[in-house]
């Protein structure tokens, strides 16, 4: 077994939330009179991000580059409150359960997500799939700083890691770690070419790889 842990990204990778997460921002600067598509745009540059970081950069592109922290947390706490509600119809994505379910037990396996620590750890537990994981972490922590700790803790060898995501921002850390990255390929995802990336839209097919 070439590898021995299996990282995935969450929004994107194992739920289909593209749309669900732009009505949260959309609805989060109501009243700002910023266009949907300018938003989506920011959304896709700035996918992987932590939603404070996303927020923050929308209000600087169309706004004005200064915000009053109550100003930037009454948008986050607008963008929370839908996001609380959506989650609740966020769909699964369904090769990425069959793949879960070809894998389990098999492998170490994590999701690390810009999410916050305790949404993430509320929407797994609602979508009932926490049995696949070994653990669930979320951010404030860095995905890159969440890979690191894994591998000191775990001891596996960096070639033994794989980190599946869907932006440029999970490549990075994935490159930045110097483990196997596949960037999950959808609608919204853009990646740089690299030697230690391959891509898929269908984690089935790589299960003859690892």
């Known amino acids: 077994m070439k590898y021995k842990a299996i990282l995935f990204d969450f929004?994107?990778?194992?739920?289909?939330?593209?749309?669900?997460?732009?009505?949260s921002y959309c609805y989060a600067f109501e009243g700002y009179n910023i266009n949907k598509n300018e938003i989506r745009k920011m959304q896709i540059n700035n996918a992987g991000f932590s939603r404070n970081?996303?927020?923050?950069?929308?209000?600087?592109?169309?706004?004005?580059?200064?915000?009053?922290?109550?100003e930037l947390q009454n948008i986050i706490d607008r963008f929370c409150m839908r996001d609380r509600e959506n989650s609740k119809k966020i769909p699964l994505i369904t090769?990425?359960?069959?793949?879960?379910?070809?894998?389990?037990?098999?492998?170490?396996?994590?999701?690390?997500?810009?999410?916050?620590?305790?949404?993430?750890?509320?929407?797994?537990?609602?979508?009932?799939?926490?049995?696949?994981?070994?653990c669930i972490l979320g951010s404030p922590k860095l995905k890159s700083e969440h890979i690191s700790d894994l591998i000191k803790e775990t001891k596996y060898l960096r070639s033994e890691y794989m980190f599946i995501g869907d932006?440029?921002?999970?490549?990075?850390?994935?490159?930045?770690?110097?483990?196997?990255?596949?960037?999950?390929?959808?609608?919204?995802?853009?990646?740089?070419?690299?030697?230690?990336?391959?891509?898929?839209n269908d984690l089935r097919y790589i299960c003859d790889s690892l």
């Not at 929004?11 to 009505?23: A, H, P, Q, R």
């Not at 070809?102 to 926490?130: C, D, H, M, W």
């Open 167 to 200: 932006s440029k921002n999970d490549q990075e850390a994935a490159i930045n770690q110097n483990i196997r990255f596949i960037g999950f390929s959808n609608d919204s995802s853009v990646f740089e070419k690299n030697d230690n990336t391959i891509f898929s």
């Open 53 to 70: 970081v996303v927020i923050r950069n929308i209000y600087n592109q169309y706004i004005s580059q200064v915000i009053k922290d109550t």
């Open 95 to 134: 090769s990425t359960m069959e793949f879960l379910e070809r894998i389990s037990g098999n492998y170490f396996t994590a999701v690390i997500t810009g999410t916050p620590q305790p949404v993430i750890e509320e929407t797994v537990k609602r979508l009932g799939i926490g049995k696949h994981f070994n």
């Open 11 to 23: 929004d994107g990778v194992i739920v289909d939330s593209m749309e669900l997460k732009l009505d």
